[in-house]
C-alpha cells in the first residue's frame, strides 16, 4: 500500500466497499470498519481518503442502524463514507464538518460526532435545512456572521424553538426557502419579524392570500435584495407591496391572481375590470425603482354565455393576447418585457351555459 503512488490513491477508493451495503445513496458504500483500515494503512491513503471527503462527499444522512453517512449525490448515485460510533475517524469527521455543502437531515447529539459539529464553524457555504437541529446552527453560527441557504418548510407553521431562533436572528441569511403556510390570523408571519435576509424565496401555498403578508411582521427590508413569491395573492395586493417595500432590488411574483369583479353584471364588464387591474399592475412594475421584477398573473372564471360568443368577446376585446381554443373555454395569454421588467398575464374563460 504504501508503494503505491499518492496521486493513484483516489482513484482505488472508486473500487473500494461492500457491494452488500449499497443503497439508494451510493452505488459504493465504504463501510466504517474498513475505512479505519485503510485510514491506519498509510499517512498518504489517510490524505487520500481526507481529499476524496473534502472534495467528493458533499452531503450527510443517518441509516436506520445508526451508520453516518457523507455521500456525493449524482443523480442519486455516487460514493459515499461511513462512520459509526466503534468505527470513526476523527479527523475525516472533522474534514467533512469543514467542507459539507448539504445538511438537510437531522445529525445526531452523539458525542462521537463531535468533530463533525465542530467542523462546521470552519464552514462558509453549507446549506442547512431546519431539520439538522440547533447543535448545527450553533456550531455553524460560531464561525460565521451568516448563513448561506437555510431550507425551512416548516418555518411559519410549526414554531422554532426560541433559543434556535435566536442563533438564526444574530445572523444575516444570504437565502431563506420557505414552504407552504397554513395562514393562522395576523401572527402568521412572526417568526420572520426582524430577520436579516438577502433573498427570500416563499413556495406555493394552498390559499389565495389577499392582504399584506407583511402587514404585521416582516424582516428587515433594507437588506432584503430579492423576494421571490410563489404563494396566490391578488394583484392588487402586489401592486402594494410595490409601493411600500421599493427598496427590494428584485421582486417575483409567480401565481398573481386578478380578482373577479364582485359586481360584474357582463362579461364585458368583466373584460374592462380585468383590463383595468393589468394596467395598475403593469404601471406600478415601471414605476418599482428595483431593476429586476417578473410577475404571473392569471384568472380562471366560468362564464354563463355560448362557447362560440363567449371565445368571439375575447378575441375582439384582447386585440394583444394570443388566443387558444380549449374544450370548453378559450386561453388568452399575454406577455410584456421592457429590460428587466416582465408581466405574463394568462386568463382562462370557461363557458358554464
Known amino acids: 500500500m504504501q508503494s503505491l503512488r499518492p496521486t493513484l490513491m483516489a482513484e482505488l477508493l472508486h473500487f473500494v466497499g461492500d457491494p452488500q451495503r449499497q443503497t439508494n445513496l451510493a452505488h459504493k458504500a465504504i463501510d466504517p470498519q474498513v475505512l479505519c483500515q485503510l485510514a491506519v494503512s498509510s499517512a498518504q491513503m489517510l490524505q487520500a481518503l481526507m481529499d476524496h471527503v473534502k472534495y467528493k462527499c458533499n452531503q450527510v444522512t443517518t441509516s436506520v442502524n445508526d451508520v453516518f453517512i457523507i455521500y456525493e449525490k449524482v443523480n442519486l448515485t455516487g460514493h459515499s463514507v461511513q462512520f459509526c460510533e466503534d468505527y470513526h475517524v476523527k479527523a475525516l469527521l472533522k474534514i467533512a464538518g469543514q ?20 467542523g462546521l464553524s470552519q464552514n462558509n457555504n453549507c446549506l442547512i435545512h431546519e431539520n439538522a437541529g440547533e447543535k448545527v446552527f450553533e456550531a455553524y453560527a460560531k464561525g460565521n456572521d451568516e448563513f448561506p441557504e437555510i431550507e425551512a418548510p416548516e ?3 410549526r414554531p ?51 392582504t399584506n403578508i407583511f402587514q404585521h411582521y416582516r424582516p428587515k427590508m433594507h437588506a432584503l435584495k430579492e423576494l421571490n413569491c410563489e404563494y396566490e395573492v391578488h394583484t392588487d395586493v402586489i401592486c402594494n407591496m410595490m409601493t411600500l417595500y421599493s427598496e427590494v432590488g428584485a421582486i417575483s411574483f409567480q401565481h398573481g391572481v386578478i380578482p373577479e369583479p364582485i359586481h360584474a353584471a357582463s362579461f364585458d364588464e368583466v373584460i374592462d375590470d ?13 414605476k418599482y425603482p428595483g431593476q429586476n421584477v417578473k410577475i404571473n398573473a392569471r384568472q380562471y372564471l366560468y362564464v354563463r354565455m355560448p362557447l362560440n360568443k363567449l371565445r368571439k368577446i375575447c378575441k375582439k376585446e384582447l386585440r394583444n393576447y394570443k388566443h387558444f381554443n380549449l374544450r370548453g373555454g378559450i386561453a388568452s395569454l399575454s406577455r410584456k418585457v421592457i429590460g428587466n421588467k416582465e408581466l405574463t398575464v394568462s386568463l382562462f374563460y370557461w363557458n358554464r351555459w
Not at 102 to 109: A, W
Not at 165 to 172: A, D, E, T
Not at 274 to 286: A, D, F, G, Q, R
Open 155 to 157: 418555518f411559519l407553521n
Open 274 to 286: 380585468m383590463k383595468e387591474s393589468v394596467s395598475k399592475l403593469w404601471i406600478t412594475m415601471m
Open 160 to 210: 422554532w424553538k426560541p433559543s434556535m431562533l435566536n442563533i438564526v436572528k444574530s445572523r444575516r441569511i444570504r437565502r431563506l426557502s420557505i414552504d407552504p403556510l397554513l395562514f393562522r390570523g395576523n401572527d402568521f408571519m412572526k417568526p420572520i419579524g426582524n430577520l436579516e435576509i438577502e433573498k427570500l424565496h416563499f413556495k406555493q401555498a394552498g390559499a389565495v392570500i389577499k
Open 99 to 118: 467542507n459539507i455543502r448539504n445538511i438537510r437531515e437531522s445529525v445526531p447529539s452523539d458525542a462521537w460526532l463531535d468533530p463533525f459539529v465542530n
